[in-house]
């Protein structure tokens, strides 16, 4: 745990935003969002990245932040009883007794409380902010706050993914799971040395593409040409640029087939065997 000045707590709750891959969640009674801020938090939004806002006290049109409101990747709710402030994304949480205010910043003595997502404190006030959601009102953008469930598996699995593999920075994606509004949570993967190539983990393949079709070509001839541990077949789609990586069993190494750790350590020992290949087949490009 980490104390911070009222100063140190700005700055952490801007680095929070900034830094995110996957969500930004707010939680401040009170809102008067800084312009810099504010662009900061739209610009994740474009980027495809989750933003779960609850305010409470005073009930708004959010007029003034009408990019914020009407995005389909923002989540806004109201808490008439609210009088927590807490700041996080995948990586960190901030408790702290500064609202998201212009005014608290600039006349206030504040404090702050910082823990990573390495401790149990961290998923702990995510339950508990959970629970302001479930009692909380809708208002604006989606409904759909899951995403900073810790629960639904995702989350830890990257935890697990980033300790094993360095050069694939990897990060929690929403997809849609039928034809209904269902979501559901995977991850996408960008290969750091040539960030043109990237992943996304569509629960029983990976699928790989790029712009460049010498680059899946050489993929897929590394695969064949050299084998892998883990058994992994490759299947290169000839009307897109992209490859479709499956297990050895192909279909039938199913999520609802198998034991979640056995299916982990398969997907685990794939992604490692990805690592290789991308490493041998693209050093010389």
């Given at each position: 745990m980490k104390i911070l000045s009222t100063r140190k707590t700005s700055a952490l709750i801007e680095e929070i935003v900034t830094e995110s891959k996957n969500f930004v969640l707010i939680v401040s009674p009170y809102l008067k969002i800084s312009d810099s801020l504010y662009e900061r938090l739209v610009r994740k939004l474009n980027l495809g990245i989750r933003v779960v806002?609850?305010?409470?006290?005073?009930?708004?049109?959010?007029?003034?932040?009408?990019?914020?409101?009407?995005?389909?990747?923002?989540?806004?709710?109201?808490?008439?009883?609210?009088?927590?402030?807490?700041?996080?994304?995948?990586?960190?949480?901030?408790?702290?007794?500064?609202?998201?205010?212009?005014?608290?910043?600039?006349?206030?003595?504040?404090?702050?409380?910082?823990?990573?997502?390495?401790?149990?404190?961290?998923?702990?006030?995510?339950?508990?902010?959970?629970?302001?959601?479930?009692?909380?009102?809708?208002?604006?953008?989606?409904?759909?706050?899951?995403?900073?469930?810790?629960?639904?598996?995702?989350?830890?699995?990257?935890?697990?993914?980033?300790e094993t593999i360095k050069t694939i920075d990897f990060r929690v994606i929403e997809i849609q799971t039928g034809w209904d509004d269902e979501k559901s949570y995977t991850f996408k993967g960008t290969y750091q040395p040539k960030q043109e190539i990237s992943m996304i983990f569509n629960f029983n393949h990976l699928a790989i593409s790029s712009d460049s079709e010498d680059d899946l070509r050489s993929i897929c001839e590394t695969i064949e040409s050299k084998g892998c541990k883990s058994g992994l077949r490759c299947f290169q789609k000839s009307y897109e640029r992209e490859l479709a990586i499956y297990p050895p069993d192909g279909f039938n190494a199913r999520r609802d087939n198998m034991e979640i750790k056995e299916y982990r350590a398969m997907w685990i020992s794939i992604l490692e065997d990805i690592e290789k290949v991308l490493c041998d087949s693209l050093q010389a490009s």
């Open positions: 806002l609850l305010f409470g006290k005073v009930d708004s049109n959010f007029s003034q932040y009408q990019k914020l409101r009407d995005h389909n990747k923002s989540s806004i709710f109201f808490l008439d009883k609210l009088h927590a402030k807490i700041y996080a994304n995948e990586d960190i949480v901030l408790v702290s007794s500064m609202n998201l205010h212009s005014y608290s910043e600039i006349n206030n003595w504040e404090i702050g409380l910082q823990e990573d997502s390495s401790s149990s404190e961290y998923k702990n006030i995510f339950n508990e902010v959970l629970l302001m959601l479930k009692a909380s009102t809708y208002k604006f953008g989606d409904k759909d706050y899951s995403i900073i469930d810790l629960s639904n598996g995702a989350h830890e699995f990257i935890g697990i993914l980033q």
